[in-house]
């Protein structure tokens, strides 16, 4: 077997960064505006503190500005819809990113959905998810498009090809269904009532592992041959795919770290640069 490819998300990203700045300069010094991510983060949950904090400094990294909301843990509904309207209506805002998950008071989905779809640039509005579906211009949910970013520029072949995407959330799991459907591969998605999970992946040409349990994936459920896509990331710095054990057998897979996680936040720059540029009609 020769040796697995890497599909390096943090060299990458760190490209795509590069350029990103270059367009940030130019649409600046052409139209004074400056693109702009607001960050919402209720409650104080470390890991999402975490990520709005990452998402925060790859704005900077990229010449972008921030502003970060910082909500307690008791916000209601009515409360986190305001917060949203009043973004929706800042002319100096070009991309809303509420951190996932909420506290359980809040009805998760109709803040998503109050996310005005010019500044979804985390495409997670059921809005977004719809016209991405069916071919639209649409933002597309930040990490399966990342991975979309990643498997094209190593030229990874797509059509035809047998994907198993192991989850089905909103954020991840579906939306990544349906990009590579898009792109010709036939596509089976897993969940927790799935039966013969294993048997399903030995059938597969690509993985994606979303499930949120380190190391789910084994070894032994791989095809030899296979690309090993691995959404999740843990303490110990091991993601949902037993990687140690399993990438041997595969053509190419993505690390953990370094694979999926920079590519969702270089993706979600390049949509809020695209966002600003459409709201200040400078369409890139
Ligand atoms: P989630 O909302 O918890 O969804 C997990 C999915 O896994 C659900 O659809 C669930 O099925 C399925 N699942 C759970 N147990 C299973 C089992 N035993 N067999 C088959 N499927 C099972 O998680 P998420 O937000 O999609 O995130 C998934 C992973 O990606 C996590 O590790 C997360 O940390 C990571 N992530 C990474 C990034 C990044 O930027 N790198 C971004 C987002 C998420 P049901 O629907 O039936 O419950």
């Not at 359980?104 to 997670?124: C, M, N, T, W, Y």
């Not at 036939?186 to 059938?203: F, K, M, W």
């Amino acid at each position: 077997m020769p040796e697995p490819l890497l599909l390096d998300g943090k060299s990458l990203s760190k490209q795509l960064e590069q350029t990103l700045s270059s367009r940030v300069e130019n649409l600046s010094n052409l139209t004074g505006t400056r693109p702009t991510l607001a960050t919402i983060l209720v409650g104080d949950d470390p890991a999402s503190a975490t990520y709005v904090a990452m998402k925060a400094k790859a704005c900077h990294r990229v010449g972008m500005e921030s502003i970060s909301k910082h909500l307690p843990s008791h916000t209601t509904t009515e409360e986190l819809l305001s917060v949203i309207r009043d973004l929706n209506e800042d002319p100096n805002v070009h991309g809303i990113l509420l951190q996932h998950p909420v506290p359980h008071q809040i009805d998760e989905r109709a803040a998503f959905d109050a996310i005005s779809p010019l500044k979804d640039v985390d495409g997670v509005t059921a809005a977004g998810f719809g016209s991405m579906t069916m071919g639209s211009q649409a933002y597309g949910s930040a990490t399966p498009a990342g991975i979309m970013r990643l498997l094209s520029h190593y030229h990874i072949p797509l059509e035809g090809k047998h994907a198993v995407v192991i989850g089905r959330s909103p954020i991840l799991g579906k939306p990544m269904a349906m990009m590579l459907l898009n792109a010709h591969a036939t596509v089976t998605i897993c969940h927790s009532r799935t039966q013969n999970l294993p048997e399903l992946v030995r059938q597969s040409d690509i993985v994606v592992a979303a499930v949120g349990k380190p190391k789910f994936v084994q070894a032994d459920w791989i095809k030899q041959g296979s690309i090993l896509v691995d959404a999740g990331y843990h303490p110990g710095r091991v993601g949902d795919i037993d990687l140690e054990a399993a990438k041997s057998l595969s053509a190419a897979y993505t690390p953990v770290p370094g694979g999926v996680g920079p590519m969702t936040i270089s993706t979600l720059m390049a949509q809020t640069f695209e966002a600003a540029s459409m709201l200040c009609g400078q369409p890139c």
